[in-house]
């Protein structure tokens, strides 16, 4: 297994114990990214928090020389999914690519993170 780290995203891996990509066996797999900023800020707006969160799984990829285009599996947790699944959808339609990952969405009460309104986990795989 190799832990895929962006220097950006080191603090997982020193701080919380966690590879913020762990890649075994032609699969990566990716922890669950809230939408705060690099320096930690969470913004109180839904969109930009949304973005965030995928920016990070972007950084993840592409430290592994892949794209959106090789995740396969995407599960995203939300507080208030009603609220933003539209927003949540249009934004996530400008990462996505065909073929089209599977999608799991499912409501939650709260995060680790106060404020954190959606956390975006994903499984990619290099093609073979």
Do not use: N
């Not at 705060?36 to 969470?42: K, N, Q």
């Not at 690519?97 to 009460?109: D, F, G, H, L």
């Amino acid at each position: 297994m190799k832990p895929i780290v962006p220097r950006e995203l080191r603090a997982y891996y020193d701080d919380w114990r966690m590879s913020p990509g762990l890649e075994a066996d032609g699969f990566l797999f990716l922890t669950g990214f809230t939408g705060s900023g690099a320096d930690g800020t969470l913004s109180a707006d839904p969109g930009m928090q949304i973005r965030a969160a995928f920016d990070k799984v972007a950084l993840v990829l592409t430290e592994a020389g892949l794209d959106f285009g090789a995740v396969v599996e995407m599960t995203t947790y939300h507080v208030g999914l009603k609220q933003h699944l539209d927003l949540f959808r249009s934004i996530r339609a400008d990462y996505v690519r065909e073929p089209y990952p599977a999608w799991t969405a499912i409501e939650v009460a709260g995060f680790v993170r106060e404020g954190a309104i959606v956390e975006i986990r994903a499984i990619a795989r290099r093609k073979c």
